[in-house]
């Protein structure tokens, strides 16, 4: 929980987070050789080597002026006479030069009288010693006091780590490809779409690629089974029905009106039976402009003396999605003919954006109350309390089948009071 801050800052993607976890430990293996190189070898070395120059020095300071010369010529040592004005006024170096410090620490303890020491570049010392009144400039080559070509150790290091890296990295890629496939066609299965999908990669990846191979054929066996079901009951049904409408035709009868009334209430269900076993499942999803499809619904209805009206249109109407275009339909053909069964006007509206699709339809009936909403959307459910059952002829599928239409396209149906109507506001949300 202390660490809970990190979240925001961590990579999501897969991708990103294996980069994460192949760089992170090369970068911070790298940062400690370099340190611990630093501080413990090179550091030392230089040490070593300074003080040993810092020896030579003193050996040479300490001899007469006249005898100087030849040691420092063996040495590789110029000795020069300079003036004040010529001194530094502190010690210089690169600000990068590391083992500069160390130089310049190491020459500065070893001999007496250091006024400053000049490190101008890789190749040259400028040592400036106060000897018997007299200031005394020493030149010598920098590879005497420091290590040379210490850089290649670093390049070297950064050079083959990033290679190593890039080299993993396109291996890992080949082992996470098969989880992204899979997540991409578990994600569409989940949207109503079955793409093409075969288990690769590692064992564990194989092993949950054959698991959801087979959930996605028992799902759709049982979706196909429930849809041969209910299809073949419903059509068988029609037969009999059929021949009692007939039969009634020749009854002159006073109750004949109610008898044919019933009569076409079984035939209302068994319609009702039928949509709710081809439910989302009725077609292929295609791209389809979503806002003209709700404009021609709205205007369907219109037609047929249902009193809807159309709301407001937010989005690219030019836009398309694919979706099916048959089972949205039917899903909004039965939430408008559920509002104005249980209410008298409905109103349509949709908002279309780059992330998600909303149909939103409401009516001026009683609603249904919170505590009630998610049992109102089971088939065959019929909530008395809260519509008006006098007008029911229904057997609580409208919902149903809207439901179940959204899931099929990886969205949601939300029930909910509407602000506006004061009836029931149903939204149909598909993500895109």
Do not use: C
């Given at each position: 929980?202390?660490?809970?801050?990190?979240?925001?800052?961590v990579?999501?993607?897969?991708?990103?987070?294996?980069?994460?976890?192949?760089?992170?430990p090369?970068?911070?293996?790298?940062?400690?050789?370099?340190?611990?190189?630093?501080?413990r070898?090179?550091?030392?070395?230089?040490?070593q080597?300074?003080?040993t120059?810092?020896r030579?020095?003193?050996?040479?300071?300490?001899?007469?002026?006249?005898?100087?010369?030849?040691?420092?010529?063996?040495?590789?040592?110029?000795?020069?006479?300079?003036?004040?004005?010529e001194?530094?006024e502190?010690?210089?170096?690169?600000?990068?030069?590391?083992?500069g410090?160390?130089?310049?620490d190491?020459l500065?303890?070893?001999?007496?009288?250091?006024?400053?020491?000049?490190?101008?570049?890789?190749?040259?010392?400028?040592?400036?010693?106060?000897d018997?009144?007299?200031?005394?400039?020493?030149?010598f080559?920098?590879?005497?006091?420091?290590a040379?070509?210490?850089h290649?150790?670093?390049?070297?290091m950064?050079?083959?780590g990033?290679?190593m890296?890039l080299?993993?990295?396109?291996?890992?890629?080949?082992?996470?490809?098969?989880?992204?496939?899979?997540?991409?066609?578990?994600?569409?299965?989940?949207?109503?779409?079955?793409?093409?999908?075969?288990?690769?990669?590692?064992?564990e990846v194989?092993?949950?690629?054959?698991?959801?191979?087979?959930?996605?054929?028992?799902?759709?066996?049982?979706?196909?089974?429930?849809?041969?079901?209910?299809?073949?009951?419903?059509?068988?049904?029609?037969?009999?029905?059929?021949r009692?409408?007939?039969?009634l035709?020749?009854?002159?009868?006073?109750?004949?009106?109610?008898?044919?009334?019933?009569?076409?209430?079984?035939q209302?269900?068994?319609?009702?039976?039928?949509?709710f076993?081809?439910?989302?499942?009725?077609?292929d999803?295609?791209?389809v402009?979503?806002?003209?499809?709700v404009e021609?619904?709205?205007?369907?209805?219109?037609?047929?003396?249902?009193?809807?009206?159309?709301?407001?249109?937010?989005?690219?109407?030019?836009?398309?999605?694919?979706?099916r275009?048959?089972?949205?339909?039917?899903a909004?053909?039965?939430?408008?003919e559920?509002?104005?069964?249980?209410?008298?006007?409905?109103?349509?509206?949709?908002?279309?954006s780059?992330?998600?699709?909303?149909?939103?339809?409401?009516?001026?009936?009683?609603?249904?109350?919170?505590?009630?909403r998610?049992?109102?959307?089971?088939?065959?459910?019929?909530?008395d309390?809260?519509?008006?059952?006098?007008?029911?002829?229904?057997?609580?599928?409208?919902?149903?089948?809207?439901?179940?239409?959204?899931?099929?396209?990886g969205?949601?149906?939300?029930l909910?009071?509407?602000?506006?109507?004061?009836?029931?506001?149903?939204?149909l949300?598909?993500?895109?």
């Amino acid at each position: 929980m202390m660490f809970k801050w990190l979240k925001r800052y961590v990579p999501r993607g897969l991708y990103s987070r294996a980069a994460l976890i192949l760089i992170l430990p090369v970068v911070t293996l790298q940062l400690v050789v370099t340190v611990v190189f630093i501080q413990r070898h090179f550091s030392g070395v230089t040490t070593q080597m300074t003080e040993t120059t810092a020896r030579e020095i003193q050996l040479l300071v300490n001899l007469p002026l006249a005898d100087r010369p030849p040691l420092a010529e063996a040495l590789q040592i110029a000795v020069l006479d300079v003036p004040v004005a010529e001194v530094p006024e502190k010690h210089q170096r690169r600000w990068y030069d590391l083992t500069g410090l160390v130089v310049i620490d190491r020459l500065e303890n070893k001999l007496p009288g250091v006024m400053a020491i000049d490190l101008p570049d890789d190749h040259n010392v400028h040592l400036f010693l106060r000897d018997a009144g007299n200031i005394t400039a020493l030149h010598f080559d920098r590879q005497r006091v420091s290590a040379t070509n210490a850089h290649q150790l670093f390049v070297n290091m950064v050079f083959f780590g990033g290679l190593m890296t890039l080299i993993a990295y396109i291996y890992l890629r080949n082992q996470l490809r098969p989880i992204t496939r899979l997540a991409k066609a578990a994600e569409a299965f989940g949207k109503g779409r079955s793409i093409a999908y075969r288990p690769a990669g590692a064992l564990e990846v194989r092993a949950a690629g054959h698991a959801f191979v087979d959930m996605r054929s028992r799902i759709e066996r049982h979706i196909q089974q429930r849809t041969l079901m209910l299809s073949g009951v419903s059509h068988d049904l029609r037969t009999p029905l059929t021949r009692l409408k007939l039969g009634l035709a020749f009854i002159d009868s006073e109750e004949r009106a109610a008898m044919e009334q019933d009569v076409d209430d079984m035939q209302k269900m068994l319609d009702g039976f039928l949509s709710f076993s081809q439910g989302a499942s009725d077609g292929d999803p295609e791209p389809v402009a979503v806002l003209p499809m709700v404009e021609k619904i709205v205007a369907d209805m219109k037609r047929a003396e249902v009193l809807v009206t159309l709301g407001e249109m937010e989005g690219d109407s030019s836009v398309q999605v694919p979706l099916r275009p048959m089972a949205i339909q039917r899903a909004i053909t039965n939430l408008i003919e559920n509002g104005t069964r249980y209410g008298t006007h409905v109103r349509v509206s949709a908002r279309l954006s780059e992330r998600s699709l909303r149909i939103r339809i409401e009516d001026d009936g009683p609603g249904i109350p919170p505590e009630q909403r998610q049992d109102a959307l089971k088939p065959f459910t019929r909530l008395d309390a809260a519509r008006n059952q006098n007008k029911a002829t229904g057997v609580g599928l409208g919902l149903a089948i809207a439901n179940d239409t959204a899931r099929a396209h990886g969205g949601v149906l939300r029930l909910s009071q509407s602000a506006d109507m004061g009836g029931l506001q149903v939204d149909l949300v598909i993500g895109l």
